[in-house]
């Protein structure tokens, strides 16, 4: 079995048994239901076992028995599911691959089978029991959402076993034994980093993201309260206003960040003298700490003696307040296209790229230099524009020290309204207000916008990235085409 395939059948055999973290987050507990505030599998055992002390008011709940009777299957169902993940993750690492892949299909199944059996449940017990209270949890939805994707995967996994299979026999021919020991030193070496990389990035990933479905708030005790911190950022006002507010900040950053930055790049294409010196200054301000950047252009946009409203007086302009609500927002705008061309290395990389010989033949065909720019430069440099697209809009929708070192010297000052962005009312819900829970909900709607706004800048890439390799193969194509038409009327 080739890595490609193992490493999807990794995803599938260990990325169920993350639900196991359900048992101990109610909120993520597919099988935890509560009447009233009493849980229904106490209430089912009073039942069974006559006992009538402890909760006797659930025995007369209307409903309550559908409850009831129902959950110690829905626990049933929850632990097989659990066990087959398990016995799959088990074959895995023990090297049974072909056994691991049947079992993990199985369990895939069973995962989207008992999530949307909870999510059934949920929706009947709400029916049943319009006056009581049913604790729906976020549980069922994650288990129904990672049965899914295991489902998928699990196709996946057989395309790639039987894409695979044919060549392994010949790559085990192929690998030689220092080649293997290369690649064990190379794991080895690497290791380390995947390692730390899980302990720092993706433990905090799924802590955040389990979180985000609890009231804490950094010293109470974790409790489940299902969506509430998600439907309250669609209801709060401030948190749509701040949304908003990041919107128009990145429709101004991005654009104003990739003309900049091509036209900053074609000036240093030429043959100037000093043209190092220049690019040196130009990539400057992309290096510069975001608290120094923030405070020199406080300094400069100080209204009474700053460098911006010094120079104006010049001309007889009054000092105008740069930090105030009604001029802030162009003081931000100022400043982010000050630090905007950060891109404009990898411009210049790929504009030398470009070959003399393109120019040459278009300037013989009589092409002025706007065509040259639009249907040579442009297109050979489109990937590169796409690159910084990309990064520019993960950057405009994270934009948070900008705004807060314009309003103050500390992480903590607060900008006026039209500066105020989703990331500074992030910070101030998590680290001032102490409301982790809402907060990091708020981080992963914003998650969700970003990987949004980059899947549609890949799709619309279809169009007006070009290719070079693509574009070869669409040339012999057309040869192979041509071959073919001509044998056929020959």
Not at 223 to 246: A, K, L
Not at 262 to 286: C, D, E
Not at 451 to 473: C, D, H, L, Y
Request: glycine residues 8%; aromatic residues 16%; charged residues 10%.
């Amino acid at each position: 079995m080739l890595k490609k395939a193992s490493s999807t059948l990794w995803v599938i055999t260990a990325l169920p048994l993350l639900c196991l973290i359900t048992i101990f987050v109610p909120a993520l507990n597919p099988v935890v239901v509560s009447i009233n505030g009493v849980n229904s599998n106490v209430a089912f055992m009073e039942l069974f076992y006559n006992m009538d002390g402890i909760y006797p008011a659930v025995n007369k709940i209307a409903g309550a028995p559908f409850v009831t009777y129902y959950m110690p299957f829905g626990v049933v169902v929850f632990l097989a599911v659990l066990v087959a993940n398990l016995l799959a993750f088990i074959m895995k690492v023990s090297g049974k691959e072909k056994g691991a892949a049947k079992v993990a299909n199985i369990a895939a199944w069973c995962n989207l089978v008992a999530g949307v059996g909870f999510i059934v449940f949920y929706v009947i017990a709400s029916s049943k029991l319009p006056d009581c209270t049913i604790a729906f949890n976020a549980g069922a939805v994650v288990y129904a959402v990672v049965g899914l994707l295991c489902v998928l995967l699990t196709f996946k996994h057989r395309k790639q076993v039987e894409a695979e299979d044919t060549r392994a026999k010949y790559l085990k021919t192929i690998f030689t034994k220092s080649q293997k020991r290369e690649a064990i030193i190379f794991y080895g070496m690497v290791g380390p980093f995947y390692l730390l990389a899980c302990i720092v990035t993706l433990y905090p990933f799924m802590w955040g993201f389990i979180m985000s479905f609890t009231n804490y708030t950094g010293y109470n005790d974790p409790e489940g309260s299902g969506f509430s911190s998600y439907m309250r950022c669609i209801q709060d006002p401030q948190t749509w206003t701040s949304f908003v507010t990041t919107l128009e900040i990145s429709i101004f950053y991005v654009p104003v960040g990739l003309v900049l930055g091509v036209a900053l790049a074609m000036l240093l294409n030429t043959n100037i003298k000093g043209s190092g010196f220049f690019r040196t200054v130009y990539y400057f301000p992309s290096i510069i700490p975001a608290i120094a950047t923030g405070l020199m252009w406080r300094m400069l946009f100080a209204q009474n003696n700053g460098a911006i409203n010094v120079m104006l007086g010049w001309f007889g302009v009054e000092p105008f307040n740069w930090l105030g609500y009604s001029g802030c927002r162009y003081a931000l705008y100022i400043m982010l296209a000050w630090g905007s061309a950060g891109g404009i290395l990898t411009y210049l990389s790929a504009l030398k790229g470009i070959s003399n010989e393109l120019y040459e033949s278009a300037m013989i065909d009589g092409a002025t230099a706007g065509k040259r720019f639009w249907s040579i430069t442009l297109p050979m440099i489109s990937s590169t524009l796409f690159y910084n697209l990309v990064t520019g809009l993960i950057n405009a929708w994270q934009v948070y020290q900008q705004p807060v070192f314009l309003a103050g010297a500390t992480m903590l000052t607060v900008p006026f309204q039209p500066n105020y962005t989703f990331v500074v009312q992030i910070y101030q819900q998590i680290f001032t207000n102490q409301r982790f829970g809402f907060g990091l909900a708020m981080v992963w709607v914003l998650f969700v916008a970003s990987m949004i706004t980059n899947r549609v800048v890949f799709w619309t890439g279809n169009f007006w990235v070009f290719n070079e390799n693509e574009a070869r193969n669409e040339v012999k194509k057309k040869k192979v085409k041509k071959q073919k038409a001509v044998v056929a009327g020959n």
